[in-house]
């Protein structure tokens, strides 16, 4: 990364730092008077000098971060890492699209919950399955709710945490328990809602689809795991490549910025 720098009564620096692993930074000037490259001199020892300095007043980490192998320099006004505006994004997009999910299941538990009346009070259990669907829905939508609400909730703290801050605010219990509620919330009201359907379609249909249902709804969350843990197997087997210790790839089915956020707590105290 390279950046020009300038003070009043002082000849412009170029500041380049390297993308190597030791990451040292290099100072040099350029005199735009003279259209080309020149020694510092005595203006360039007192150009280095302050930009050690200003070195030494960051963290270790943010002054040379090495993140899943991609050199993160950490020399700016603003003293952030590129690594912290990344995992931001990351739960950012992770709960727009619970949020936006949990919205549209909603509207579907909300359309047959609100919908017409079963045949003939139901055709199967009767009257007791025709409330347990409705029941079933409710409590969906109940879930659903917590879970879009929650997500602006943590949007909303992740737009009042600074940057620079967004690990160790996360490392707190408190926020790790607060931003695991969209995702769990979700899965209940997925759970309630699978079991609200196979209830209303044995009372609309026959008792025959209340038990095609059951086993449809059951196949179709076991699809999900499956394709989660693939995918798990798959980050882990990651870890080989990157020489990772304690394997901070692959813990998380859902929520995985959470195992870049363990990585680089450790990665840190080496630093440290």
């Known amino acids: 990364m390279i ?13 380049v730092d390297s993308a190597v692993a030791t990451g040292s930074s290099v100072a040099f000037s350029l005199d735009l008077k003279d259209n080309g490259l020149r020694d510092d001199g005595s203006a ?3 150009q280095e000098k302050r930009v050690k300095q200003r070195q ?3 963290h270790p980490l943010e002054r040379t971060s090495m993140f899943w192998g991609e050199s993160v320099t950490g020399i700016s006004d603003m003293n952030v890492c590129r690594e912290f505006d990344d995992i931001a994004v990351c739960i950012v997009n992770e709960m727009q699209t619970i949020g936006l999910i949990a919205a549209l299941l909603s509207s579907w538990g909300a359309t047959v919950y609100a919908g017409e009346a079963h045949p003939g009070g139901g055709l199967c259990y009767g009257a007791p399955m025709v409330k347990a669907s409705l029941v079933s829905f409710w409590i969906s939508l109940g879930w659903f709710f917590v879970s879009v609400s929650s997500t602006l909730v943590i949007l ?3 737009d009042g945490t600074p940057r620079d801050l967004m690990i160790d605010h996360l490392q707190k219990k408190i926020v790790t328990v607060i931003y695991m509620i969209p995702e769990y919330s979700i899965m209940f009201g997925v759970l309630f809602l699978a079991l609200g359907y ?4 044995g009372e609309r249909a026959g008792c025959i689809f209340l038990y ?3 086993v449809a709804s059951a196949g179709f969350l076991g699809f999900v795991m499956i394709i989660c843990t693939l995918l798990r197997h798959r980050r882990m087997e990651l870890n080989k490549r990157l020489n990772a210790d304690g394997s901070p790839l692959g813990k998380h089915y859902i929520g995985t910025w959470r195992d870049r956020v363990a990585a ?3 990665r840190r105290k080496t630093f440290t």
């Open 3 to 15: 950046r020009l720098e300038a003070n009043d009564n002082e000849m412009p620096t170029v500041l």
């Open 44 to 46: 360039g020892d007192k």
């Open 56 to 58: 030494q007043q960051l």
């Open 156 to 158: 909303s703290d992740i």
């Open 198 to 201: 196979s209830f209303d379609i």
């Open 212 to 214: 095609v249902g059951l």
């Open 264 to 266: 680089h707590v450790a």
